[in-house]
């Protein structure tokens, strides 16, 4: 990536290239204004201010505003910033060393220590989630809370409505997806979570898995009355 400012003359880069270096700046150098960043890569105002928008719907980017300036006028300088969620684009070497460790794990402790891990991993998520899913809402709430936490952990979570009524979570991404292909009670511990938090009068079966050949991973969320005689996926089914 040139540190230096493209001649006025250059072509502007491919989007898809721009918005890999637009992230790379961000990363490499921190905070920066949208008038910085459309200089850097050699594109206009209007299009640097779509790239950042669209990378906002992602959540991979937030604005913040800079603390004011004794003396100053104008308006407040915003810096583009990179959020947590965009660490899934850059190398990361912990998803291994994870792997790592839940091998060691296995290797001394056995079948019986890899258990105690998941139960408690499940006690606390549980906990975890209890405390920001209402108890009392209605069940659209209770999954659009949960989507909420779950896309805050970097699942790229939406919700949409299921065919004959209820609620399609859906997981378009896995950030424990190497660590789950290593321990697949990974998967059916938050099947348990998410049975848990939506409560008795619901019915939670896996329709798409990530781990089972899916695209993604989706879970259909209904009031126990319209469960399906034959459900396409078993809760239990490895996920």
């Keep these: 990536m040139p540190t230096n400012p493209p001649k006025p003359n250059a072509p502007a880069a491919p989007l898809k290239s721009t918005r890999h270096a637009l992230l790379d700046i961000l990363k490499r150098e921190g905070p920066q204004e949208a008038k910085a960043l459309a200089a850097r890569l050699g594109i206009t105002p209007m299009a640097i201010g779509l790239q950042l928008s669209a990378l906002e719907e992602e959540k991979m980017v937030a604005s913040r505003p ?3 300036t004794p003396g100053r006028r104008g308006r407040p300088v ?3 910033a990179l959020t947590e969620a965009a660490n899934r684009v850059f190398p990361d070497a912990h998803a291994l060393l994870t792997v790592g460790l839940l091998d060691s794990l296995q290797e001394v402790y056995g079948e019986g220590g890899m258990q105690k891990l998941l139960d408690a991993r499940t006690r606390h998520q549980r906990e975890e989630y209890a405390r ?3 108890k009392l ?3 659209k709430g209770k999954v659009k809370a949960l989507a909420r936490l779950r896309d805050r952990e970097g699942y790229m979570t939406e919700v949409k409505a299921a065919p004959g009524g209820g609620w399609l979570l859906i997981e378009n991404h896995c950030p424990i997806c190497t660590a789950a292909k290593t321990c697949r009670g990974f998967c059916q511990s938050e099947w348990q ?4 938090l939506m409560g008795p009068g619901a ?3 896996r329709e798409e898995h990530l781990l089972s050949g899916g695209r993604r991973c989706v879970y259909a969320i209904k009031p ?3 469960r399906e005689v034959k459900p396409k996926a078993k809760p239990g089914d490895g996920k």
């Design 66 to 68: 800079e603390p004011p």
């Design 193 to 196: 979570v998410f049975s848990g």
């Design 203 to 205: 019915v939670v079966t």
């Design 137 to 139: 809402a209605d069940l």
């Design 132 to 134: 920001e899913v209402p």
């Design 78 to 80: 915003h810096r583009w």
């Design 224 to 226: 126990a009355a319209q």
